[in-house]
C-alpha cells in the first residue's frame, strides 16, 4: 500500500502505532502538539518508556518514511489518537451521587486540524477511547464542514487501540482488531490500512459497535478487578488471606479472580468505564459501584497502613513504585501517587522511589534516586507497584539499611516467608493479619 498517513497524537499509542505503519512502508508523519514531544523525537530521543518501541522509533526514522512536526499535512489517512480524559473540575449528576464527565476536547481539536486538509477518497479513523456515537455524533459533523460528505466523498471509522502497556510493540501486532465503519466501506478502508501490520484477525462492524465493544472490554476488566479489591476488605475483615483464598478458588473451573492492590489507575480502566455512566446513568449501577471501589482502594491501603503503625504523625515512610502498574513508567491516574498523597496528609513523611521514572513530575512528593536512598531510616516500607525489582528483592540484602521497619505490600507476588525469616514484621493487604477481628483469633 503507498499511502500517506498523518497520526495525530504521539502518545503511548500514536507513536508506535506511527512508527509501526512507517516501518512497514507507508510514508507516515506524526504530529504533536507538545513541542517537547517533537524536539526529542527530532533528537533521536524518546518520550515514553515502553519495551522495544525506542528501537521501532529508530528504525522508522532510518526507513525515511517517518517525520514529525506540530503542525497537520496533507496525506491519504489520517488516524487521531489522542487522549479522552475526565474533566477535572466538573461533575454529572443522577440521584445524588456525582459522575465523572469525559473530556473531548483533544479529539475535537484533532479533527478540526484535519479540515483545512480533507480531499475526495480520504479515509480518517478515530483510535481515541470515546463515549459510544462520537464517531458519528462528533467527528462526522465536524468533518463535514469541509463540504464533504463522510461514505460518500471520504471514509470514516472507528478502531479502538487494545494494547496493554509494557507489551505494546508485540500486542499492536499480533492483537484482534475491530474496525468499525460508518459503512461498509469505510470499515474495508480501514481493514486495508492495518493489515498493512497487524497479523492478529480484523473484524469489521460499524463504528459505534466498535466503540461500545472498547468500553465493555475495559469496563469488564474494572468490575474484575474491583471484586478482588472488596473480596480484599471482607478478607481483612475475617482475618483470612485474600491470596490463599483467591488462589484457591482459582481451582474452580469456572472462577477467575484477579489480584487485589492498591487500587485501579492508567489512563484507560479508570476513566473508561465512566463514559458509559455519564451517557447512561440510570443504567450503570454495576459499573459505577465498580469504579467507587477501584477509586476508593488507596484509602483502604492507608486505612491497614494506619492500622499497623498506629497514628501516621512524623512517621517515615518509603514507598515503592510510583507508576500505576508493574514495569510501566506511567504515573498517570496512579493510585500508588493517592496512597503517598493520603500517607501525607495524615502527618506522616515519604520517601518515595519509582525505579521507571526516578525524577517524575510529582510537586510536594519527594523522590529518591536509589531504593537505598528511599528506605534507609525508615518506620515502614510500602510496596504499591509489582516491577519486577521490587518482586526480586533480596529481603537479607535490605535488612542491614532498615532494621526495625515494617514491610506492608499492597501487591501480590512476594513471600511472607521470605521477609519473616530475614526478621521483617510483613504484612500483606488484605492477608487478615492487621486485624484482630480473626474468625480464629
Ligand atoms: N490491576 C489490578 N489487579 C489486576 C490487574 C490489574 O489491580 O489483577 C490494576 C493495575 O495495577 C492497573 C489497572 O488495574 O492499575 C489497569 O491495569 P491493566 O493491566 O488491567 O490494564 P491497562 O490499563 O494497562 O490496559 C487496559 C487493557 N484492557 C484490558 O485488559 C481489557 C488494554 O488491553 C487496553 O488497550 C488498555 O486498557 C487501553 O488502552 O484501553
Known amino acids: 500500500m503507498d499511502k500517506s498517513i498523518c497520526v495525530i497524537g504521539l502518545g503511548y499509542i500514536g507513536l508506535p502505532t506511527a512508527a509501526m505503519f512507517a516501518t512497514h512502508g507507508l510514508q507516515v508523519h506524526g504530529v504533536d502538539i507538545c513541542e517537547d514531544i517533537i524536539r ?3 533528537k533521536n530521543g524518546i518520550h515514553i518508556e515502553e519495551p522495544g518501541l525506542k528501537e521501532v522509533v529508530d528504525e522508522a526514522f532510518a526507513s525515511g518514511h517517518f517525520t514529525v512536526s506540530n503542525e497537520v499535512k496533507l496525506s491519504d489517512a489520517y488516524i487521531i489518537a489522542v487522549p479522552t480524559p475526565f474533566k477535572k473540575d466538573k461533575y454529572g449528576e443522577f440521584d445524588g451521587k456525582k459522575f465523572k464527565l469525559s473530556d473531548m476536547n483533544a479529539v475535537i481539536s484533532a479533527t478540526e486540524s484535519i479540515l483545512p486538509h ?3 477518497g480520504d479515509l480518517v479513523i478515530l483510535e481515541s477511547t470515546s463515549p459510544v456515537r462520537t464517531t458519528i455524533d462528533l467527528i462526522k459533523p465536524i468533518l463535514e464542514k469541509s463540504g464533504l460528505m463522510a461514505g460518500k466523498d471520504f471514509y470514516l471509522a472507528y478502531s479502538p487501540e487494545r494494547v496493554l502497556p509494557g ?3 508485540k500486542e499492536l501486532q499480533e492483537n484482534a482488531r475491530v474496525i468499525g465503519g460508518i459503512d461498509k466501506s469505510s470499515a474495508e478502508q480501514g481493514k486495508a490500512l492495518y493489515a498493512a501490520f497487524v497479523k492478529g484477525d480484523i473484524f469489521l462492524t460499524d463504528a459505534t459497535t466498535a ?3 472498547k468500553l465493555m472490554e475495559n469496563t469488564y476488566r474494572d468490575i474484575n478487578i474491583a471484586i478482588a479489591n472488596e473480596f480484599s476488605r471482607l478478607a481483612d475483615r475475617f482475618g483470612v488471606d485474600v491470596n490463599e483464598a483467591i488462589g484457591i478458588a482459582n481451582r474452580h473451573p469456572r472462577v477467575k479472580i484477579l489480584n487485589p492492590g492498591p487500587g485501579v489507575g492508567g489512563h484507560c480502566i479508570s476513566v473508561d468505564p465512566w463514559f ?9 449501577n454495576l459499573i459505577w459501584s465498580a469504579r467507587q471501589v477501584n477509586d476508593s482502594q488507596p484509602a483502604f491501603v492507608v486505612e491497614v497502613i494506619k492500622r499497623t503503625l498506629g497514628s501516621l504523625s512524623g512517621k517515615r515512610i518509603a514507598a515503592l513504585g510510583l507508576s500505576f502498574k508493574a514495569n ?3 504515573i498517570r491516574e496512579s493510585p500508588a501517587v493517592e496512597v503517598v498523597h493520603l500517607l501525607q496528609n495524615e502527618g506522616a513523611i515519604v520517601k518515595a522511589f519509582e ?9 510536594g512528593i519527594t523522590t529518591c534516586l536509589s531504593l537505598e536512598e528511599a528506605i534507609a531510616e525508615t518506620d515502614a516500607i510500602i510496596i504499591l507497584v509489582a516491577h519486577s525489582e521490587f518482586i526480586n528483592l533480596n529481603p537479607k540484602g535490605l535488612i542491614n539499611t532498615s532494621p526495625n521497619t515494617k514491610v506492608i505490600s499492597t501487591i501480590t507476588g512476594l513471600i511472607a516467608e521470605h521477609w519473616e525469616d530475614v526478621g521483617f514484621d510483613f504484612i500483606q493487604i488484605g492477608d487478615g493479619k492487621s486485624e484482630k477481628s480473626s474468625v480464629l483469633a
Do not use: R, T
Open 40 to 42: 526529542v523525537l527530532n
Open 118 to 120: 480533507l480531499k475526495k
Open 167 to 169: 507489551q505494546i510493540i
Open 211 to 213: 466503540e461500545m465493544v
Open 276 to 284: 458509559f455512566v455519564e451517557s447512561a446513568p440510570e443504567l450503570s
Open 328 to 330: 510501566v513508567d506511567d
Open 355 to 363: 525505579p521507571n521514572k526516578l525524577s517524575p513530575n510529582l510537586p
